[in-house]
């Protein structure tokens, strides 16, 4: 089955400084991961995603994130955090089935202090 | 020109009512879905529909039926509410190719009381 494990609950990182948010996955087979973010109230919104092309992929607002099978990792980083970055961040693996079934871990949230 | 549109945005209720859920998409996706976000922001699916077919039904409760008048419209409706019903309902969307991407409401914050 398949899974991800978000690393932190929580980080805070100062503007301008980078930002680093950790995701493990667990899959059976060649995951399709994403990463998406959700901004206070708000709706859910696709950063990126990685569906076994390049291992380095590149996302809006300045995200990208690697694909590390050795690792089973596919941490989001940005080289400098903007204020407006501050939101809920979801690591994402498609589970089985429809291509809706999205798994979702448990959410990062990043605080950006100016 | 919102793209999925959810009505009613906040919806507090008392225990053993009935109430709905509307969802809307114009973006010309043929399948719909419904999460259900808790109190500690963990999201799981509990329906998806496609061409107003079900596709997936995870474990909820049969109070919980979603109806697709068409494959535009996803709506929830909840019966005999509990207290454990409270969280917030995010309806979404993808159109066809498999990719992953979904797009989102921006949910519905169920209170019940």
Known sequence: ?114 | DTAVSQTPKYLVTQMGNDKSIKCEQNLGHDTMYWYKQDSKKFLKIMFSYNNKELIINETVPNRFSPKSPDKAHLNLHINSLELGDSAVYFCASSGSGGTGELFFGEGSRLTVL
């Open chain 1, 1 to 114: 089955a398949q899974s991800v494990t978000q690393l932190d609950s929580h980080v805070s990182v100062s503007e301008g400084t980078p930002v680093l948010l950790r995701c493990n996955y667990s899959s059976s087979y060649s995951p399709s991961l994403f990463w998406y973010v959700q901004h206070p109230n708000k709706g859910l919104q696709l950063l990126l995603k990685y569906t076994s092309a390049a291992t380095l992929v590149k996302g809006i607002n300045g995200f990208e994130a690697e694909f590390k099978k050795s690792e089973t990792s596919f941490h989001l980083t940005k080289p400098s955090a903007h204020m407006s970055d501050a939101a809920e961040y979801f690591c994402v693996v498609m589970g089985g089935g429809s291509q809706g079934n999205l798994i979702f871990g448990k959410g990062t949230k990043l605080s950006v202090k100016p």
